[in-house]
Each structure stands twice: as structure tokens, then as C-alpha cells.
């Protein structure tokens, strides 16, 4: 399984971005998919999932109203729409794939594949 990251660059505060994740592999749509953040001098942050028909997501509180998670198991392919956008949501964003090993979704540790990151800078 591979998954590859993409559509971080740099924007202003109050602009929007949209990432993808393109999963390889013929049992994405079985998964949950989870995406975090990870910003210089931080720990990684969990940002929210989406379950494998996308009728379940789920956001951290410092996202919700202005982040959506979709997907489309026709693309393998799920995307995380960042509207509003603010400096501190300047960080290098994951996708990664849940495996659950009794963990929760806001815990790293629950997620198995992990695409290599995409930085999101927002200037003030």
C-alpha cells in the first residue's frame, strides 16, 4: 500500500486549499482513512477520518466548520478541503490509513500506512 500526498502550498490567512491522497492498492474503500498535522516544534496533530463510505467523519475541534473530509473509492482517493485558513494551520499534512490495534482515531499509533506529507503554509 502506498499513499501518496499532494496540494500543500502556500496561502494566505482566510484562503483555502484542497489535499489529496491517492491510495494504491484494491481494498482502500474497506479502510478508514484519518489525516494529521504536524507542525515545526510539535507533536503531530490529528486532524479527522472518515469512514470507508464517508457517511462517518469524525474532526478535531480545532478544524471543525472550516476543514471537510471526502473521499471517492472510484479514485481511491480521499481529500481534505481547508477553507478559512489561519497561520496555525501551517504544518506538513498526513494522510494514513487506520488499522484500529485497539487504539482510537486521534491516536497515531492506530494508523498503519502514511503517505510522506505535504506542507501547508498559511501567511498572516
Known amino acids: 500500500v502506498q499513499l501518496q500526498a499532494s496540494g500543500g502550498g502556500l496561502v494566505q490567512a482566510g484562503g483555502s486549499l484542497r489535499l489529496s491522497c491517492a491510495a494504491s492498492g484494491r481494498t482502500f474503500s474497506s479502510y478508514v482513512m484519518g489525516w494529521f498535522r504536524q507542525a515545526p516544534g510539535k507533536e503531530r496533530e490529528f486532524v479527522g477520518t472518515i469512514n470507508w463510505s464517508g457517511k462517518s467523519i469524525y474532526y478535531a475541534d480545532s478544524v471543525k466548520g472550516r476543514f471537510t473530509i471526502s473521499r471517492d473509492n472510484t479514485k481511491n482517493t480521499v481529500y481534505l478541503q481547508m477553507n478559512s485558513l489561519k497561520p496555525e494551520d501551517t504544518a506538513v499534512y498526513y494522510c494514513?490509513?487506520?488499522?484500529?490495534?485497539?487504539?482510537?482515531?486521534?491516536?497515531?499509533?492506530?494508523?498503519?500506512?502514511w503517505g510522506q506529507g505535504t506542507q501547508v503554509t498559511v501567511s498572516s
Open positions: 494514513a490509513r487506520y488499522k484500529n490495534y485497539g487504539l482510537g482515531y486521534e491516536q497515531g499509533g492506530a494508523y498503519d500506512y
